[in-house]
């Protein structure tokens, strides 16, 4: 019984495989991350937060340091000072710890400065190469174009479309 339904199934299969195949489709595919290390953008993106965190990072360090130093002074003179001085170094330290870890939490934390202008600049950029993408699919007539970057294992170089995508993308960038 089940084998008189596979065969069937292959028989509607193919039957119905010329309707499929004469409406084909136009396919190509584009190399993202050859599109992310050319595009000049993308450069000076990543440029602009590196430079950036470079400056958060030196601003953790002073602090960081001036903290170290706060620590060492009390360290240096906790026995020979009284208990009340003790408890204000000691408050003051606390709270030396819990602005450096705010300061840390505001900067680079997930919720942070340098999070956020990044997902803002990566928005920004990836909406110029989606653009892109849609100019060049609809000017030359494709149906789909998907990213080679991530799945694809073969394509044949005349559906490589990153040329043209980076062609689209300095294109506008003059304007």
Same mark, same amino acid.
């Given at each position: 019984?089940?084998?008189?339904?596979?065969?069937i199934?292959?028989?509607?299969?193919?039957?119905?495989?010329?309707?499929?195949?004469?409406?084909?489709?136009? %396919?190509?595919?584009?190399?993202?991350e050859?599109?992310?290390?050319?595009?000049? @953008?993308?450069?000076?993106?990543? +440029?602009?937060?590196?430079?950036? #965190?470079?400056?958060?990072?030196? @601003?953790?360090?002073?602090?960081?340091?001036?903290?170290?130093?706060?620590?060492?002074?009390?360290?240096?003179?906790?026995?020979?000072?009284?208990?009340?001085?003790?408890?204000?170094?000691?408050?003051? %330290? +606390?709270?030396?710890?819990?602005?450096?870890?705010?300061?840390?939490?505001?900067? &680079?934390?997930? @919720?942070?400065?340098? #999070?956020?202008?990044?997902?803002?600049?990566?928005?920004?950029?990836?909406?110029?190469?989606?653009?892109?993408?849609?100019? &060049?699919? %609809?000017?030359?007539?494709?149906?789909? %174009?998907?990213?080679? +970057?991530?799945?694809?294992?073969?394509?044949?170089?005349?559906?490589?479309?990153?040329?043209?995508?980076l062609? @689209?993308?300095?294109?506008?960038?003059?304007?």
């Open positions: 019984m089940k084998l008189k339904q596979i065969k199934a292959l028989l509607a299969v193919f039957v119905m495989m010329p309707m499929f195949l004469s409406g084909q489709n136009k %396919i190509g595919y584009i190399a993202s050859r599109v992310r290390a050319e595009f000049e @953008e993308f450069k000076e993106a990543e +440029s602009q937060l590196q430079l950036e #965190y470079r400056k958060v990072q030196e @601003e953790y360090q002073v602090m960081l340091t001036e903290l170290d130093e706060l620590k060492q002074a009390y360290e240096t003179q906790r026995l020979m000072s009284s208990p009340d001085w003790r408890k204000e170094k000691e408050t003051e %330290i +606390s709270t030396k710890e819990q602005t450096l870890q705010q300061y840390q939490a505001q900067k &680079v934390g997930p @919720e942070g400065e340098l #999070y956020r202008k990044q997902s803002q600049m990566e928005y920004e950029l990836l909406s110029k190469v989606k653009t892109a993408v849609d100019n &060049v699919a %609809i000017s030359k007539g494709y149906d789909f %174009i998907f990213d080679g +970057s991530v799945s694809l294992l073969y394509g044949k170089p005349t559906h490589d479309l990153t040329d043209d995508v062609f @689209e993308l300095r294109k506008t960038k003059g304007n």
